[in-house]
């Protein structure tokens, strides 16, 4: 690999990293020292190479330096004593592991990786190479070592001119490579990834050479990826040893010889002589099915089903699907692809053992079989944690959205488009769902004309990692408020439309909000009316009556016999035309569909509304700000003093 290496005017970044550096050398406990060995005579060196242009009267500020360190002394705690309350393994095999905290300005990492040589770790757009910010570092000779660098688009690697981690600590023994670092958030660094709330793609590597004087050896098979959300991530296991269970499982499952496949089963619960509530549900999926099971979303069904359903299996949404199982219409939780365990709030439960409460309930399971494999075999599920010590509140799940429908469509070729479709307690998570196209998803939140912040965002939405959001704050939707669940899709590179629908080429849109306290309300979603989308296309008459699906258009002469869907895709699309279609599908009306627990409608289903005019935004206070040159210039100014200050007194009281 060409690696470039750091030029001389980047003197005060890096005299500002060897000033933290030392700082936090001299201030931990001994046992955190093992970044300083043999820095202080090259700290020496350092200070009289850049004296020049600095020339301080050292002894006129000691009394100042002084409070420094003492105020350093005081204020800093050994990074390998803090706690880092997040964890993850990158690999399935547990060989690269990660754990991290954060506040509210920098994040801190400390990655244990089976190896003694290097240790490669980063955040990429895409998940790949190209185009990345990344550290490689380890433990050479017993120093540890970092360096910061990037990629360009062509996946070649240079050091950052601007080394914006900062390393921590390091150590080895006969297996294991430790290190620890830190940086900002927003470190104001083209070259680094910001650090936000949305999905991370975080990329690593190792090798079992260090990194010499060349550069860093080519990884080969020892990388991979992993999307987290490292300022988000999902709530954490908290049960109790020996808490209760019951699984939902599939058994043995074939599943079929084709790209998409909804598979239904019907459980009954345990049952119960008192009312409990499910504290925790967890994701049950076969070994090596983890790209084959896409979702799993579990329904109450109709409280008189016939018992002679229980543990029938079928396929969803097929024609000869017994009519039992379209009694399932409840969402009571979802799960989708990357997706670990949800906690309840400690307040918070799923209410089960009472009268109102499922009895029975439904499975559904949607594989992905693009490679359309042969012979697989699945028992995946769900676990669920339950207990007899009840909490203050009942959950209750709303799915809201885009319904999913041919009447959502995408043109083709578009490299960025928005969805907008409104639908409409206290919200504690949010699941944001959508398909391969997904590029965003965000869940807003209106009251009065007024928007306010919204329910959950995901910038960097990954089709391969969907779970639920935990919300730091939780949000009260109250009557008259409006969601609007609007998704970024790209279709950059299909050549026909895409269709809402059930397969993951097909897409979805929607908002999976968990809250309390539970009331009679299954799912609010809505779509736009379909004669503004037809009109823009040129049609002007369908066939009636109507009595197939998809309608057949009658004129003009063009679209005559065709299919809506044929029409829309026999249109010469454009990227200007997918972009004006897109602009006005979002301003259309929309027609509202809500349903109650079972099978009955509220009295607002079919009503037409219009998206909400936004009279204003209701802004949050920003983040970090990036400075300009002279505020850099400002700092390396003060760094200079401060690393100086620290100097003298090292000598002074250290005898150094």
């Given amino acids: 690999m060409a690696v470039q290496q750091l030029s001389g005017d980047n003197n005060a970044v890096a005299f500002v990293q060897w000033r933290r550096a030392l700082l936090l050398d001299t201030v931990s406990s001994s046992k955190c020292l093992s970044t300083s060995k043999g820095k202080s005579h090259k700290f020496q060196q350092f200070v009289a ?26 204020s800093s705690t050994c990074s390998q004593g803090t706690r880092l309350f997040h964890s993850a393994a990158l690999d399935a095999e547990r060989r690269y592991n990660v ?77 294991h490579t430790v290190l620890g670092f830190s940086r900002s958030l927003q470190t104001c660094d083209d070259n680094d990834s910001l650090i936000t709330e949305s999905t991370v793609r975080v990329i690593w590597a190792f090798h079992e050479e260090d990194v010499e004087s060349s550069g860093p050896v080519y990884h080969g098979q020892n990388r991979g990826r992993k999307s987290l959300r490292l300022l988000n991530p999902a709530s954490a296991s908290r049960i109790p040893a020996g808490t209760a269970f019951f699984d939902l499982q599939n058994q043995e499952v074939p599943v079929p010889y084709k790209d998409t496949t909804y598979w239904c089963q019907i459980f009954q619960f345990p049952e119960m002589k008192k009312k409990h509530h499910v504290i925790r549900i967890e994701p049950l999926i076969q070994k090596g099915h983890e790209n084959l099971v896409h979702h799993i979303l579990l329904y109450q ?8 359903e229980i ?13 039992s199982f379209f009694t399932c219409e409840t969402v009571l939780f979802a799960w989708a692809i990357g997706g670990e365990g949800f906690s309840y709030p400690p307040h918070v439960g799923m209410s089960i053992g009472t009268s109102i409460d499922p009895v029975y309930v439904q499975l559904e399971i949607h594989f992905d079989n693009p490679s359309l494999q042969r012979g697989l075999v699945d028992s995946s599920g769900l676990r669920l944690y339950y207990s007899p010590s009840l909490r203050r509140y009942d959950a209750g799940v709303i799915e809201t959205g885009v319904w999913v429908s041919l009447y959502h469509m995408l043109p083709p070729g578009l ?28 869940a807003r939140h209106f009251r009065q ?30 009557p008259g408020d409006s969601i609007i669940t609007e998704c970024t899709y790209s279709t950059k590179g299909r050549m026909n439309m895409t269709w809402g629908g059930l397969s993951t080429r097909d897409e979805m849109c929607l908002s999976y909000l968990l809250y309390y306290p539970r009331v009679n309300l299954a799912r609010c979603e809505s779509l736009p009316e379909i004669t503004g989308q037809l009109k823009f296309i040129g049609v002007k ?27 829309m895709d026999k249109y010469k699309w454009t990227r200007k035309k997918g972009k004006t279609f897109n602009d006005i599908v979002r301003k259309l009306p929309m027609n509202i569909r809500c349903s109650k627990v079972g099978q009955e409608e509220w009295s607002i289903q079919g009503m037409i509304v219009s998206p909400p005019e936004l009279k204003s ?29 620290v100097f003298l007194v090292l000598q002074t009281c250290l005898h150094l």
Wanted: hydrophobic share 35%; aromatic share 12%; net charge negative.
């Fill in 49 to 74: 190479a850049v004296s020049d242009r600095a020339p301080y009267a050292m002894t006129e500020y000691l009394p100042f330096c002084a409070l420094v360190f003492l105020t350093s002394l005081f």
């Fill in 99 to 175: 754990k991290w905290a954060f506040d509210e300005t920098t994040i801190t990492f400390e990655v244990e990786v089976q190896t003694r040589g290097y240790v490669g770790f980063g955040f990429s757009p895409t998940g790949a190479m190209a185009s990345s910010d990344m550290v490689i570092g380890g433990v050479l000779n017993g120093s540890p070592y970092l360096l910061d660098y990037h990629t360009d688009s062509n996946r070649k690697v240079y050091t950052d001119p601007v080394q914006s981690y900062q390393l921590l600590y390091g150590r080895e023994n006969d297996t």
């Fill in 301 to 308: 069904c109709d409280s008189n089903l016939n018992k002679s």
């Fill in 311 to 323: 543990n029938r299996g079928h396929e969803c949404y097929h024609p000869n699907m017994p009519d």
């Fill in 415 to 442: 490299p960025s488009l928005e969805s907008e479709m409104p639908s409409g307690l206290h919200v504690f998570a949010v699941l944001l769902h959508a398909h391969l196209a997904g590029r965003a998803i965000k």
């Fill in 449 to 478: 004309q007024l928007e306010l912040k919204p329910l959950a965002t995901d910038e960097h939405f990954d089709f391969n990692f969907q779970e639920f959001q935990p919300l730091n704050n939780e949000r009260t939707i109250l």
């Fill in 541 to 567: 008459e369908i066939q009636e009556p109507v009595t197939t699906w998809p309608f057949v258009i009658k004129s003009p002469k063009k679209y005559s016999n065709l299919s809506f869907t044929e029409a």
């Fill in 617 to 645: 935004v209701q802004t949050s206070a920003g983040g970090a700000t990036c400075r300009n040159d002279s505020a850099i210039q400002s700092e390396f100014a003060l760094g200079l003093l401060l690393t100086a200050c």
